[in-house]
């Protein structure tokens, strides 16, 4: 029997994966990371355990305790907890933690999939169970962008893939051909609300994989509260990388758009 073992994080992907895992004949063992997956991953998944988010040694001996030889990173991890105190680490992610040349996300993640691996678990990109989930290319809602918009899309995707090389985050919210926000330890939502502020109105937000994406981890994500953080500031355009990046409940994501005069783009540079 297939083992699947999902390390799972906030949002709704992790419920999907699991879903998609267990319709390809796998047993799903779920890691819900403690405090930030949702309360009910365990009607979606066949084991779960819960473990604080800090507590790699722990998080590894539940994997092999369970003879889980494969497994998935699944729903945001907010960097922005091991400067709030929510973590506490234990001794394996403390001595990893130090062993970093910086804490950029894909330096911490890859760190943890490498020290996970060494216990002879493999990772599988995140695309095995979520392919219909990928942003298609072209336009997903019922009004396209002005010709100044397509012009702010491709200016942003400049700029969001070089932050994206540089690892600082992968959003990026422009208006005008100038830059009111760079997504950092915030978060999408939080970026798009700080660049809001400052554009008034109007604004177009784009959202990008990194060059040399890792699918195995941090895959670019929207959903519905990207929808609502947009409508909160007046932003106008949404663009999103096309097969690099996902919608999570793409039919009620794009009706909401719409709803709000809101255009989606999956687009490609």
């Given at each position: 029997?297939?083992?699947?073992?999902?390390?799972?994080?906030?949002?709704?992907?992790p419920k999907i994966i699991a879903a998609e895992a267990r319709?390809?004949?796998?047993?799903?063992?779920?890691?819900?990371?403690?405090?930030?997956?949702?309360?009910?991953?365990?009607?979606y998944v066949d084991k779960i355990k819960r473990v604080n988010?800090?507590?790699?040694?722990?998080?590894?001996?539940?994997?092999?305790?369970?003879?889980?030889?494969?497994?998935?990173?699944?729903?945001?991890?907010?960097?922005?907890?091991?400067?709030?105190?929510?973590?506490?680490?234990?001794?394996?992610?403390?001595?990893?933690?130090?062993?970093?040349?910086?804490?950029?996300?894909?330096?911490?993640?890859?760190?943890?999939?490498?020290?996970?691996?060494?216990?002879?678990?493999?990772?599988?990109?995140?695309?095995?169970?979520?392919?219909?989930?990928?942003?298609?290319?072209?336009?997903?809602?019922?009004?396209?962008?002005?010709?100044?918009?397509?012009?702010?899309?491709?200016?942003?995707?400049?700029?969001?893939?070089?932050?994206?090389?540089?690892?600082?985050?992968?959003?990026?919210?422009?208006?005008?051909?100038?830059?009111?926000?760079?997504?950092?330890?915030?978060?999408?939502?939080?970026?798009?609300?700080?660049?809001?502020?400052?554009?008034?109105e109007g604004a177009v937000v784009v959202k990008v994989s990194?060059?040399?994406?890792?699918?195995?981890?941090?895959?670019?994500?929207?959903?519905?509260?990207?929808?609502?953080?947009?409508?909160?500031?007046?932003?106008?355009?949404?663009?999103?990388?096309?097969?690099?990046?996902?919608?999570?409940?793409?039919?009620?994501?794009?009706?909401?758009?719409?709803?709000?005069?809101?255009?989606?783009?999956?687009?490609?540079?």
């Open positions: 029997m297939k083992k699947l073992g999902l390390i799972a994080g906030t949002g709704e992907l319709s390809q004949g796998y047993t799903v063992i779920a890691i819900a990371l403690d405090p930030l997956a949702d309360g009910n991953l365990s009607s988010v800090g507590k790699l040694g722990e998080i590894i001996d539940s994997l092999k305790e369970s003879g889980v030889k494969e497994a998935v990173l699944s729903g945001k991890v907010p960097k922005s907890l091991l400067y709030k105190s929510k973590i506490t680490p234990d001794l394996r992610a403390i001595k990893l933690l130090f062993s970093l040349r910086d804490r950029s996300d894909d330096s911490i993640l890859l760190a943890i999939v490498k020290e996970i691996e060494k216990e002879g678990i493999t990772f599988l990109n995140i695309t095995s169970f979520s392919t219909s989930l990928l942003t298609p290319e072209g336009v997903l809602t019922e009004d396209g962008p002005s010709g100044d918009e397509w012009k702010d899309i491709a200016f942003g995707w400049r700029i969001a893939k070089e932050i994206g090389r540089l690892d600082i985050g992968q959003t990026v919210v422009v208006k005008n051909q100038a830059v009111m926000a760079v997504e950092a330890i915030e978060g999408t939502d939080e970026a798009i609300k700080r660049g809001g502020r400052l554009s008034g990194k060059p040399n994406q890792d699918m195995r981890f941090d895959v670019p994500v929207v959903g519905l509260n990207t929808v609502k953080s947009m409508i909160e500031i007046g932003a106008r355009v949404l663009a999103v990388e096309a097969r690099n990046s996902i919608i999570i409940d793409r039919e009620r994501f794009v009706e909401e758009a719409n709803k709000a005069d809101i255009v989606v783009v999956g687009y490609t540079g």
